[in-house]
T-cell receptor
C-alpha cells in the first residue's frame, strides 16, 4: 500500500479562491509527522507546514492550514485567498517514528494552477 | 546564502562515467539527507547522515551509489558507472533537532546520455 496518496494530479483554481489539496497516509506507527512542501518550476522544495501526530490542534502558517483528520488518516492542505504565485507542484510527505530527523516519504504531488 | 547549497546545478555525463554531486547544508544542521526525484514523481529517499555517519542508507538503489560526509558538514554523493536510468534530480536536505524540518536545496539535475 502507498504510504502517502495524493489523488489530484492537477487542479485549476481561480485567483483569490480557497483551495484544498488532498493527502491521505498509511502508517501503523503511533508517532509520525506530516509535511507539505511546494515545488515551483525552479525545482526547490519549499517547506510550508508541519503537523505532528500528537498535536491537538490543526497547524496553521499564514495562508496555509492543515486539515488533520487522524481517524481518517488525512492531512489536507488548505490555501486561503490563492495568489498567482501559488502555482506550483505540492507534495505531501510523512516521517514515521518519534526520534526526529528521519527520512520522509513523499506522495506523487498535485500540480496547482491559479487562474487570473 | 544561508540555505542548502548544491553543486553543480546541472550535470551532463556519458553512460559509464563517474560523477560526484555536492551538498553544503545549512550551518549547524547535524542531519543531512539525499533524495532522488524522477520526472513526474515525488522525491525518494536515498541516504541520511547524522553527523559523519550514515544512519540509514536503505534507499541507495545499488552499490554504484555511495555518499560521504567526512567532517559532518558537506556531503558528496558519488555514482559510479552511470546508467541512463540514473538521470534524475538529486535533492539534498538538512535539518536540526530544534524543529525537525528538512530544508531542501535546489537540486542537481543529472542527465546520463
Amino acid at each position: 500500500a502507498q504510504k502517502i496518496t495524493q489523488t489530484q494530479p492537477g487542479m485549476f483554481v481561480q485567483e483569490k479562491e480557497a483551495v484544498t489539496l488532498d493527502c491521505t497516509y498509511d502508517t501503523s506507527d503511533p508517532s509520525y509527522g506530516l509535511f507539505w512542501y511546494k515545488q515551483p518550476s525552479s525545482g526547490e522544495m519549499i517547506f510550508l507546514i508541519y503537523q505532528g501526530s500528537y498535536d491537538q490542534q490543526n497547524a496553521t502558517e499564514g495562508r496555509y492550514s492543515l486539515n488533520f483528520q487522524k481517524a481518517r488518516k488525512s492531512a489536507n492542505l488548505v490555501i486561503s485567498a490563492s495568489q498567482l504565485g501559488d502555482s506550483a507542484m505540492y507534495f505531501c510527505a510523512m516521517r514515521e517514528g518519534n526520534f526526529g530527523n528521519e527520512k520522509l516519504t513523499f506522495g506523487t504531488g498535485t500540480r496547482l494552477t491559479i487562474i487570473p | 546564502g544561508a540555505g542548502v547549497s548544491q553543486t553543480p546545478s546541472n550535470k551532463v555525463t556519458e553512460k559509464g562515467k563517474y560523477v560526484e554531486l555536492r551538498c553544503d547544508p545549512i550551518s549547524g544542521h547535524t542531519a543531512l539527507y539525499w533524495y532522488r526525484q524522477s520526472l513526474g514523481q515525488g522525491p525518494e529517499f536515498l541516504i541520511y547522515f547524522q553527523g559523519t555517519g550514515a544512519a540509514d542508507d536503505s534507499g541507495l538503489p545499488n552499490d554504484r551509489f555511495f555518499a560521504v560526509r567526512p567532517e559532518g558538514s558537506v556531503s558528496t554523493l558519488k555514482i559510479q558507472r552511470t546508467e541512463r536510468g540514473d538521470s534524475a534530480v538529486y535533492l539534498c536536505a538538512s535539518s536540526s533537532f530544534v524543529d525537525d524540518i528538512q530544508y531542501f536545496g535546489a537540486g542537481t539535475r543529472l542527465s546520463v546520455l
